[in-house]
C-alpha cells in the first residue's frame, strides 16, 4: 500500500511507494503515466533542478505509460539516463509518430486486436505522448480521419 501523493510527471493524484529506509527508488502508481519509479538521483534533481525537466514531463509521462503497457512493469527513471531514455526510439519526434505510436499504445490497452478501448481525454494523453488534453484530442482527431 502507498500513500497518497501527486505524480511528479503530470501533477495527477497517485499513490507512492518507495523501497524502504534507503529509499533507493521510489514508486509510483499515476492513472495518466502507469506506475513507474525513480531513483535517488532523479528525485534529488526534480527539486534541485527542475529546470532540467522543462518541456521534458510529457515525454517521460509517454515513456512511463508506454513502458508499462508493454511490459507490465515500471520503468525506472534515472537522472544519469535521462537523455538516453528520452532518445528511445520508444519517444515519437513527430506529429506523425505521435499518431503511430497511439495507435499501437491502444492495441496494448487492448486484449485482441479489435477490441474496444476506452480513451478518456484528460487521463490518457500520455497514450500518444502529447502536452495534455487538447494535442491528445489532435491526435485523436488525426487517426479518425485515416
Ligand atoms: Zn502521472
Known amino acids: 500500500m502507498g500513500a497518497k501523493?501527486?505524480?511528479?510527471?503530470?501533477?495527477?493524484?497517485?499513490?507512492?511507494?518507495?523501497?524502504?529506509v534507503l529509499s533507493v527508488w521510489w514508486e509510483y502508481a499515476c492513472p495518466r503515466c502507469g506506475r513507474f519509479r525513480m531513483d535517488g538521483g532523479f528525485v534529488e534533481n526534480m527539486l534541485l533542478r527542475p529546470e532540467t525537466y522543462e518541456g521534458k514531463l510529457h515525454l517521460l509521462s509517454g515513456l512511463t505509460k508506454t513502458h508499462f503497457l508493454r511490459t507490465g512493469k515500471p520503468l525506472m527513471l534515472t537522472h544519469d539516463h535521462l537523455e538516453d531514455q528520452?532518445?528511445?526510439?520508444?519517444?515519437?519526434?513527430?506529429?506523425?509518430?505521435?499518431?503511430?505510436r497511439?495507435?499501437?499504445?491502444?492495441?496494448?490497452?487492448?486484449?485482441?486486436?479489435?477490441?474496444?478501448?476506452?480513451?478518456?481525454?484528460?487521463?490518457?494523453?500520455?497514450v500518444a505522448f502529447a502536452q495534455g488534453p487538447k494535442e491528445f484530442e489532435s491526435f485523436i482527431g488525426q487517426v479518425v480521419a485515416e
Open 5 to 20: 501523493n501527486e505524480c511528479p510527471l503530470c501533477k495527477s493524484a497517485a499513490n507512492h511507494t518507495n523501497s524502504g
Open 102 to 126: 497511439l495507435i499501437l499504445n491502444v492495441r496494448y490497452m487492448s486484449r485482441e486486436f479489435g477490441d474496444e478501448v476506452e480513451l478518456k481525454v484528460r487521463r490518457d494523453w500520455p
Open 86 to 100: 528520452l532518445a528511445s526510439a520508444l519517444v515519437p519526434r513527430t506529429p506523425a509518430q505521435c499518431v503511430d
